[in-house]
C-alpha cells in the first residue's frame, strides 16, 4: 500500500493530485502544522525537515515533493505524466519542477508574514511590497509559458502541471490575477480536472486561509 503523509492544502497535496491522476490506490496520514506531530521523532525518521509530503511507497520512503514526483513518474511511466532522459521535453519538464518550488519558496514566505504572524509579531511592509513583487514575476512567466498552449509542455498536460499548478491555488490570495488571462484559464482548466476535484472533496473546505485577499499593509 502506498501511503502519503499528508498535511491539507498544503505541498503535499501535490502528490495526492498526482496519485489521482495516476489512478493509484493510496492511505493518508494527515498532520497539522500546529500540534507538533511533524517534531514526532517517527515522523523525522521519514522526512528529516519535518515537512509534507513523505511517501511510502515500494518498500521506502521519499521525501520532497519534487523528488517524490520524478520517481512516481519513472517508475510508473505507463501513466505518460513524467519525460524521462531522451524526450524531446526532458530539461523543460524538469526546469518546471524546480520553478515550482521557486515561485512556493516565495509563497511560503508570504503565508508566513501574512498568515500565520500573530500580534504583537508584525511584517515589514517594505519586505511584503518585495515578495508580492517577486511572486507577481513569477506569474508573469506561467502567462508567457501558456500563449498558446493549454498546459505547461506543448505536447499537454504532465506532472509539470501537478507540481506547479498547486501553486496557482495560494497565489490569488496575494496577486491580483486580472491581468493573466492565461494563467486564469489555466487554473479553470485544472479545476475542471476530475483528479483534481477528487482531491478537492477529500480536503474538504480549506481553513488555512481566513480572507480572499492578502493586501500589502500601508508603509
Not at 498526482?18 to 502544522?33: H, K, N, P
Not at 526546469?95 to 518550488?101: G, H, N, R, V
Not at 506561467?142 to 505536447?155: K, N, V
Request: proline share 8%; aromatic share 10%.
Amino acid at each position: 500500500m502506498i501511503t502519503l503523509h499528508h498535511i491539507p492544502y498544503s505541498r503535499s497535496m501535490r502528490i495526492m493530485w498526482l496519485l489521482e491522476e495516476m489512478g493509484l490506490d493510496y492511505e493518508v496520514e494527515t498532520y497539522a502544522i500546529t500540534d507538533g506531530s511533524l517534531r514526532d521523532p517517527a515522523y523525522l525518521a521519514k522526512s528529516p525537515g519535518g515537512r509534507a509530503p513523505a511517501l511510502e511507497i515500494d518498500g521506502q520512503v521519499i521525501f520532497e515533493s519534487p523528488a517524490i514526483t520524478e520517481y512516481l513518474c519513472e517508475t510508473r511511466p505507463e501513466h505518460g505524466l513524467g519525460r524521462l532522459a531522451g524526450e524531446a521535453e526532458r530539461i523543460a519538464f524538469l526546469q518546471w519542477l524546480s520553478y515550482a518550488e521557486t515561485q512556493a519558496s516565495t509563497i511560503a514566505s508570504l503565508n508566513l508574514q501574512m498568515v500565520f504572524l500573530r500580534p504583537p509579531a508584525k511584517a515589514s511592509p517594505v519586505v511584503l511590497k518585495l515578495e508580492v513583487a517577486r511572486l507577481r514575476a513569477s506569474v508573469k512567466v506561467i502567462e508567457a509559458a501558456l500563449d498558446g498552449q493549454d498546459w505547461l509542455l506543448p505536447s499537454g498536460f504532465s506532472a509539470a502541471d501537478t507540481m506547479l499548478g498547486f501553486n496557482l491555488f495560494a497565489v490569488p490570495f496575494f496577486v491580483d490575477l486580472t491581468p493573466f488571462p492565461n494563467v486564469r484559464a489555466y487554473i479553470a482548466r485544472i479545476q475542471a480536472r476530475p483528479a483534481y476535484q477528487a482531491v478537492l472533496a477529500k480536503e474538504g473546505p480549506q481553513n488555512f486561509y481566513a480572507q480572499d485577499f492578502y493586501p500589502v499593509p500601508e508603509v
